[in-house]
């Protein structure tokens, strides 16, 4: 199957733009009435000379306007209603544009950061934050700018082409070709220049993703930069990525600087041979004078706005690869599908099944091998094994982060895939190791997810987690700003608000990653005493490093190499005599005690 070309970009955003159809046509009328009065000066001109000079016989007069002065008068208030329309129209183009930009701006914003929630975490694996980040918000932003300013620009230089183009041919046809002969020049050099100038900034927008990139990942790991003291080499990076930023404008600068004295000599040459051949067309008496001095006043006002072109070309070509990139990133498929049975968390039990489970990721490194086992309802399971084995690709299969490759995983007798994915994830909570605390307070940090939750249920669910004695003790209680990933807490206390976030969330299923392995004995033993309440009656998956922490789970899975090679209790496993007793032995010091003992 050939893959179908894309399309202009340009035609992609009118596509995506096209139920603000409406506003776009009511903001092309006002710039086109806008650019039509804003011509008629130069014309009110050509009349007062025709006044001046022809007097009782000017045009005005064979409309029954005799005197001379009344009819100054009537121009003057003709004049003053033209001018009037005139900001009117302008006020009310650039009214609808910008709000129609910021419109559209917001919802092309919104619409990239709901698609990009929806991808894979396969996806993100390959994509930098920076990078993604340079999309919704600088491209997002530049496109904008666009919308704002660059489509009005376009629809009035065309409006003023057609109606003093329009105007000469009434006027003076056998001169009126020498005026408009630099137009055909100017759009083929525009065109031209619209050519040239799109990969060059096209490149502009890539380095920005990559400096973007670099600053972002330096920003999340200055204090691993001010630990190693690499300060200086790092903002030697940020310098050769902000240098070939400013190579890249730089190289689209110089196309784009050329274009205005370029198109500046095409128009001259029109101005000079109305001036000069209108000139003396009037002294041979062919044209008349007013006729000639409207002609020389609309060719500046034909010609000179063609010189805006290149700016206008310049945001359209920025906005184009913008839009190349959101359109692009929008393209981009998710292979997880939501399913259509509705699973209320009320009604879920817990089983959890894996029934000849494979998992491997997308550069072909397989994880999961033929995994079978049975969790029942309200049961606590742990898994463990060395690192690498697996155990975390576990949680996130069932957690429908990742799709299997082959077999099935049930919820109560559901195929994950069959569900609605909320669904699935509102009956699973998850109380991981690397703990994410979002900037904000500790109170929105413990309800986040069960954004309804009143101040009781908080405070309730934070003494259950063990954590309601030390956020009193910190400066503003539940409304102390925790910063950014929780930066001002200690990694026990953090632990403990995700905890209590999850007792908050009070799901069927409960999945403990890693939950005590990076804090103090101290800390682990406030956590172990918060989840032995906590996973009474609802099913528990726990993931364990420190074996002694899952000795009283109902059951045990060891996994080794994608699959599970023990199963059974604490005091059979070590009956066994396998993998989990000697992981066993390594961590009560018998191993260590057995070497002493032989020296």
Not at 40 to 45: D, F, M, Q, R, S
Not at 399 to 422: H, N, T
Not at 569 to 581: K, M, S
């Amino acid at each position: 199957m050939t893959k179908q070309p894309k399309k202009h970009p340009f035609i992609r955003l009118l596509g995506y733009a096209r139920h603000h159809r409406r506003r776009v046509i009511l903001a092309s009328l006002f710039s086109i009435l806008n650019k039509f009065v804003d011509l008629a000066p130069p014309a009110l001109i050509g009349v007062a000379v025709d006044i001046v000079v022809e007097q009782e016989n000017s045009l005005l007069a064979r409309f029954g306007v005799e005197d001379v002065f009344t009819q100054l008068l009537v121009l003057g208030v003709i004049t003053l209603i033209i001018w009037i329309l005139e900001s009117l129209f302008d006020y009310l183009n650039r009214l609808i544009w910008r709000g129609l930009a910021q419109t559209i701006e917001h919802e092309l914003r919104i619409s990239t950061y709901s698609h990009v929630q929806s991808l894979d975490l396969s996806y993100f694996e390959d994509q930098s934050t920076g990078s993604l980040m340079s999309i919704i918000n600088d491209d997002v932003n530049q496109l904008e700018r666009f919308l704002d300013i660059g489509a009005n620009s376009l629809l009035q230089v065309a409006t003023t082409v057609i109606v003093i183009s329009t105007a000469f041919f009434i006027l003076a046809p056998s001169v009126a070709w020498m005026a408009l002969l630099p137009v055909p020049i100017i759009i083929y050099g525009s065109m031209w220049f619209q050519k040239q100038i799109g990969p060059r900034y096209s490149a502009v927008r890539e380095q920005v993703s990559i400096l973007n990139s670099q600053l972002s990942n330096n920003l999340s790991g200055i204090t691993t930069i001010k630990s190693f003291t690499a300060e200086d080499h790092e903002v030697e990076r940020i310098g050769n990525e902000s240098q070939a930023y400013e190579h890249y404008n730089r190289r689209a600068i110089v196309l784009s600087a050329a274009f205005t004295p370029i198109i500046r000599m095409a128009i001259v040459s029109g101005f000079l041979a109305i001036m000069i051949f209108g000139g003396d067309l009037v002294i041979k008496g062919s044209l008349a004078v007013a006729a000639y001095s409207t002609m020389v006043f609309m060719t500046q006002r034909l010609l000179w706005p063609l010189t805006t072109l290149g700016e206008t070309f310049d945001l359209y070509q920025r906005a184009m690869a913008s839009t190349t990139r959101i359109m692009d990133l929008l393209d981009v498929e998710t292979d997880l599908h939501d399913g259509d049975v509705v699973l209320p968390t009320d009604t879920v039990q817990g089983e959890v099944v894996f029934d000849n489970v494979h998992f491997e990721y997308s550069n072909g490194a397989k994880v999961i091998k033929g995994l079978n086992f049975t969790i029942d309802a309200g049961e606590t399971a742990a898994i463990v094994g060395s690192t690498g084995a697996g155990k975390s690709t576990i949680i996130k299969l069932i957690l429908r982060l990742y799709e299997v490759s082959q077999g099935q995983i049930k919820l109560d007798g559901y195929d994950l895939r069959d569900l609605k994915m909320k669904d699935l994830r509102d009956a699973i909570g998850l109380v991981s190791q690397d703990v994410f605390l979002f900037h904000g307070t500790v109170k929105e940090n413990i309800a986040y997810g069960t954004f309804d939750a009143d101040d009781a249920s908080i405070i309730a669910a934070a003494k259950v987690a063990e954590a309601h004695d030390f956020i009193m003790g910190l400066p503003q209680g539940y409304d102390t700003i925790v910063g950014e990933r929780g930066q001002k807490l200690s990694g026990g206390q953090r632990q403990r608000i995700s905890i209590a976030r999850a007792i908050l969330k009070d799901p069927p299923v409960l999945v403990l990653d890693e939950a005590t392995s990076s804090v103090d004995n101290e800390t682990e033993a406030a956590i172990q005493r918060s989840l032995e309440r906590i996973i009474v009656g609802r099913t528990t998956i726990v993931i364990a490093h420190r074996l002694s922490t899952i000795r009283h789970a109902d059951v045990i899975f060891v996994v080794e190499n994608g699959n599970i090679i023990e199963r059974g209790r604490h005091e059979d496993l070590l009956a066994e005599n396998g993998l989990y007793a000697a992981l066993w032995r390594v961590q009560t010091g018998e191993t260590m005690r057995a070497l002493q003992t032989s020296d």
